[in-house]
Every structure is written in structure tokens, then in C-alpha cells.
């Protein structure tokens, strides 16, 4: 079985060597203070032990203006019941699938402990699937139990879940777990769909999760997991190519991740997380909810990602000695800072004390850009962008919190994390910069692709062989997963990427990344947020289109003109980067985690073209 031991990084890396290591940060996981791979279940229960936490308030679900407190001993009650039920009346066992189909709450942390508590593999479901995606994702796994909010029935799961292996459905509503009298919960006003599911069809069983957790008596259920061979998670991804894939995350893979970010951010008990990004995504399953309970924090849920006001005033209902940590995406940190600014730095201060309690923020999904950063940090605390995969459970690298730091790059790999650059077309050839000083290979015109190795590194995607063996790799003793993403390596071991090894534009010849056209067309004073990505041209083979939103106070034809925009990007990038098209939307299409979805803006006006119609810009 493997160890920690068989994950040690090279010390002569240069990120260690140079000044930008964080001093007092271990440089390899097995030095990281309470670390211990274990199933998750047994690590919840080690550190709530190690933190004296099984008494304090884990979580904190807010709905509107109400909050919901729930503390881990009563968490650990709830998800032994929902486990036993799952184990003893469905005959659920170590390895098969509970797809859980919920936003952030209390209830989907009760489900996913359960899955842990058992060895069930907990299935993560974006609740905004169209019908097709949500079958999709079921037909890939087989999922045998379907956990779902109630509301959501009708919206597509009444017509999917016959033509799939689920037997079991369990619906549940955010008041199953809130405590408060009748009259408050009413006027919530949170939709209530029970009377719009069966007891049971031709095809499944429908069993309720307030009746479970209410009904069930919890047993004792002693299951022989490897942390290092057994899957805890199922999550899709897009993976290297985009296409919709499975992966298999152990719970060595997550625990290992949990611990790789530990001493990095400074993460004490006590802290409160703020999780407003999706527990089905890894990002918000690993550093808010499996960070909370692995490390004494605290949940703060959130089933949307709220308003800022809301936010603030919770903020403010707090009390926060360990201090907040908010890990999001750049457009919530954007928006924040927005509503300050326009409230009032000043006025925003006096009135509400978010500024005071929040200590680190981590910003993923997407680069981050100084436009964003700078503004941010005047108002509240340093904001580190970091890197991950769902193959990597997320978190591979962060720039470094303190001490010298390089921005508009990646940051530098955790502790038992290694990253390297390999010609992107050719693995086998070997790495061109290794991180080593005898090796060199620094600097932008050794560009390749980035490939990582550490235990967070995923066991495999569900049944896809061939992707396996594309994207998972052995190259001097380590198993390295192709992320796909094209880089290069600095002479300190920071990372930049130039763009995606499948976003790759080619204009007669000239390679085009889109991520640096978004960040140039970024500094015009009139645009607000950009998404760049290739359309079809007979001449060049493909040409540059540009997608952007205006910021408050601009309008075309009024003090701005598309073409002032197609000259200024002419003037300040090279002819063949230059969008050929721009074209204005009111807003960008986003994931729930604010990815910026280039492709939907793409295939629209791919289809568009292939139906002889013409397109903006």
C-alpha cells in the first residue's frame, strides 16, 4: 500500500532552493502538522478528536435572512442514520453509487457523510443539469440511489430516472433540517414539492430523507477501506479535452489535498469558510465542506452564492476570532468589490465588519487578474489565485500568502505536490524544465504542456481506457496526469499558462491564446469582462472573435464604438491577435463555479454560420 514516503518531492526543486518558499511551510506533505490518510469517515472522526470540535457549530446554513447552526456531534448523528438506512433497508454497500443532486446545505452534507460512513461512492450532481446532462452523468455511473431537493422533480428528473439504474430516489427540502417554529419556516417561503412525487413507479422507490434521519436507529458498521485504492467521490469533468468524463477521486486523494493546503493558508479551528461555490465541483467539496470537518473549521453554506449585502449582513451576525476565509471565483470578488465601491469604502466599513474578520482569500476556475486583485485587497485581505483539476481534487498550486510573491502567474505547488513542462506533443520525450536547476529549460520559449504528479492526483476517469492512458503517465518513477493546459516555468518554479492545449487559436500559422487576448482587450477602459475564443475563416483557417460586456456608464454609439475598440486592440497587440469580431452581450454565460463558458458563445455562433446566417461583430 502506499505512503506519504512514496511522495516526496526533490529539494533541490527551485522553489525551494529560491527565496519564494513561505517560511514555516513544511516542503513535504508527511511534515504537515496532524496529518493522516485515512477513509473520511475515520478522519472526521480523528479530527474531531485532535480539535475538540464533536460540540462546536460545524456548520452554519443561511437561507435569506435566517441561519440555521448545526453542530458536528448532531452532523454525525444525522449522517449515521442516513448511512444505516442506505446499508440495512437498501442494501447499499462499499462501492456502489449515491448520486447526490443538491445545492450547498445541510442536507447534502448529511447525504455525503452517510455515502463515507458506509464506503458509498457519493456521486456529485450540479442541480442546474438539463435533462440530457443529468442523464448523461446517471448512464455513466449507474447510481443506484438518487438524492434530490424535491422542488427540482418535475424539472427533469420525473422523465430521466426511468431510462437509468437508479432504484431508489430520496427527496429532501431545506426544512427538513431547520429547527425553527412553523410560522418562521413560512415565511421563508421555500418551495415545498412533496406532494408532487409518488411513493414509488414501475422503476424506483421513493423514500424521504426527513422520514429516514427521523425513523432510523443508528448501527455501528465497521467497513474495510484502503484510503489509496477505494473512490470516496465520483465528479464529472470536462477533463483535458473537454469532453464529459468521470473522475475517480480516493480518499487518499482528498485527505492528502485537505492537508497540502493545511499549513499554506494557515488554517486554524475556528476559521469560518465561506462556501457559496457548489459541493458537487471538488474546489468547494474540498476547501469548504471535507476542509471543514477534517480540520475543525466552519461551514458557512449559502445554496446560491448570495447578493453581496446578504452576505455582508451575515458576515456581520458572526462572531469570527479565528478570523474568514473566502475561496470563490473572480467574478464574486469582483462583485464585491463593486458593491463597496459603490456603497462607499468608508460608509461599507462603518456599517459592516466583513473587512475586519476576513483573513485569506483563494480565488480558482479562472485566472485572476490585477484589475481585480488590487482593488480587492485596498478593501479586505491578500487574495492568491490558485491551480487545480477535479483531477487533482482541486488544489495543486497557490501563490505564496506572505513573503515575496509574483503575480499573474500560477504560484507554486503544495507541499508532496511536483509539477513539470513536457513538450505537449510528445510525453515521451521528457520534461523540458523539471524545476531543476541542471535541468533549465526556464522561461517562455520552452513552452509545453503542465503535468503534475502527488498523491491528490485522481486514481482514473470511470471506465474510459483510453483517456487513462492519454492523460495519466509514468515518467521517472512518478505517475503524472497531462492537465492540458500549456505553460511555461520560471527560473523560482512559478507557472504561467498560456492557454488551453485545446482553446489553442491558429491564425495562418500563428498560435493564439485566448486567455492572453482577454487579459490585453482587460486593460480597455471600457470593458468589463471579455471571453475570447476561434470561429472558421477561409482565408487564415481560423480568425480571433471577442465577446465583451461594458462597464456601467458606456454604450455603443453613444461614447463608444465598436470599432474604437477593434482599433485600440490593434494598436496594442499583434495584427494576427487582434479580434477580427467583437461583439457586446448584457452578461457572459457562467458554470455555478463563474467560469466564463467561451464555448456556449462559440457553438452559437458556429451554428449560426452553419445555418448560412450571419454573425455580430
Not at 214 to 223: A, F, L, W
Amino acid at each position: 500500500m502506499p505512503s506519504l514516503e512514496d511522495f516526496i518531492v526533490d529539494e533541490n526543486k527551485v522553489w525551494f532552493t529560491e527565496r519564494y518558499w513561505p517560511e514555516g511551510v513544511p516542503k513535504q506533505l508527511k511534515d504537515v502538522d496532524g496529518v493522516e490518510i485515512s477513509p473520511m469517515w475515520e478522519g472526521y472522526l480523528h479530527a474531531s478528536d485532535y480539535y475538540g470540535t464533536m460540540d462546536y457549530d460545524i456548520c452554519v446554513f443561511v437561507y435569506g435572512s435566517y441561519m440555521e447552526r448545526v453542530k458536528l456531534r448532531t452532523l454525525f448523528e444525522y449522517a449515521k442514520r442516513f448511512g444505516t438506512f442506505l446499508h440495512d433497508n437498501l442494501g447499499m454497500k462499499k462501492g456502489d453509487i449515491v448520486a447526490i443532486d443538491l445545492p450547498n446545505s445541510i442536507n447534502f452534507v448529511v447525504a455525503y457523510m452517510g455515502c463515507q460512513y458506509i464506503g458509498a461512492i457519493a456521486q456529485g450532481i450540479n442541480p442546474t443539469y438539463r435533462p440530457m446532462e443529468l442523464l448523461h452523468s446517471l448512464k455513466m455511473t449507474e447510481a443506484k440511489v438518487f438524492v434530490m431537493m424535491d422542488m427540482l422533480y418535475i424539472a427533469g428528473p420525473k422523465d430521466i430516472l426511468p431510462q437509468t439504474s437508479v432504484k431508489y430516489v430520496i427527496p429532501t427540502n431545506f426544512v427538513d433540517f431547520l429547527t425553527a417554529d412553523k410560522e418562521t419556516i413560512q415565511k421563508l417561503g421555500i418551495p415545498d414539492a412533496r406532494d408532487k412525487l409518488p411513493e414509488a413507479t414501475e422503476h424506483y422507490k421513493v423514500y424521504w430523507m426527513d422520514e429516514i434521519i427521523k425513523n432510523t436507529e443508528p448501527k455501528e458498521i465497521k467497513v474495510d477501506i484502503d484510503p489509496w485504492t477505494t473512490p470516496a467521490v465520483y465528479l464529472m469533468t470536462g477533463g483535458t479535452t473537454g469532453l464529459p468524463k468521470v473522475a475517480m477521486l480516493s480518499h487518499a486523494n482528498l485527505v492528502a489535498n485537505i492537508y497540502m493546503v493545511k499549513e499554506w493558508v494557515k488554517l486554524n479551528p475556528g476559521m469560518i469558510t465561506i462556501g457559496s461555490i457548489p459541493f458537487f465541483h471538488s474546489f468547494g467539496m474540498t476547501c469548504v465542506m471535507n476542509g471543514a470537518l477534517s480540520l475543525g473549521m466552519q461551514m458557512l453554506l449559502f445554496p446560491r452564492p448570495p447578493d453581496d449585502e446578504t452576505l455582508s449582513e451575515t458576515i456581520n451576525k458572526l462572531d469570527a476570532p479565528q478570523g474568514i476565509i473566502y475561496v470563490g471565483v473572480e467574478m464574486l470578488f469582483k462583485r464585491l468589490t463593486e458593491f463597496v465601491e459603490s456603497m462607499g469604502v468608508e460608509k461599507f466599513k462603518e456599517k459592516y465588519d466583513f473587512w475586519k474578520k476576513l483573513k485569506y482569500c483563494t480565488s480558482g476556475a479562472g485566472p485572476l487578474h490585477d484589475y481585480v486583485r488590487v482593488p480587492f485587497e485596498e478593501i479586505f485581505c491578500p487574495i492568491r489565485v490558485g491551480y487545480g483539476l477535479t483531477e487533482t481534487s482541486p488544489i495543486h498550486s497557490v501563490a505564496p500568502f506572505w513573503g515575496p510573491n509574483k503575480t499573474g502567474k500560477l504560484g507554486l505547488p503544495m507541499p508532496g505536490a511536483d509539477w513539470a513542462i513536457f513538450p505537449s506533443d510528445n510525453f515521451e520525450a521528457g520534461p523540458i524544465a523539471d524545476g531543476t536547476k541542471e535541468k533549465g529549460g526556464f522561461g517562455i520559449e520552452n513552452t509545453g504542456e503542465i503535468c503534475i504528479a502527488g498523491p491528490h492526483v485522481m486514481m482514473g476517469y470511470l471506465g474510459v481506457q483510453e483517456e487513462q492512458e492519454d492523460n495519466l503517465k509514468m515518467w521517472g518513477g512518478k505517475r503524472w496526469l497531462l492537465t492540458g493546459d500549456i505553460g511555461f516555468m520560471d527560473e523560482h518554479g512559478f507557472v504561467e499558462i498560456r492557454d488551453r492545449k485545446k482553446s489553442l487559436i491558429k491564425v495562418s500559422g500563428h498560435s493564439v491564446f485566448p486567455k492572453e487576448v482577454e487579459e490585453l482587450l482587460g486593460h480597455h477602459e471600457a470593458i468589463d469582462e471579455v471571453a475570447v475564443a476561434s470561429l472558421p475563416d477561409e482565408t487564415t483557417g481560423e480568425k480571433v472573435k471577442a465577446w465583451i460586456t461594458l462597464k456601467k456608464g458606456y454604450k455603443v454609439g453613444k461614447n463608444i464604438e465598436i470599432e474604437d475598440i477593434k482599433q485600440w486592440a490593434l494598436e496594442n497587440m499583434a495584427k494576427w491577435k487582434t479580434p477580427r469580431l467583437i461583439e457586446v452581450v448584457r452578461k457572459m454565460p457562467v458554470s455555478m463555479t463563474g467560469k466564463v463558458q467561451r464555448r456556449e458563445l462559440q457553438e452559437k455562433d458556429i451554428d449560426k454560420l452553419n445555418q448560412g446566417k450571419e454573425i455580430k461583430g
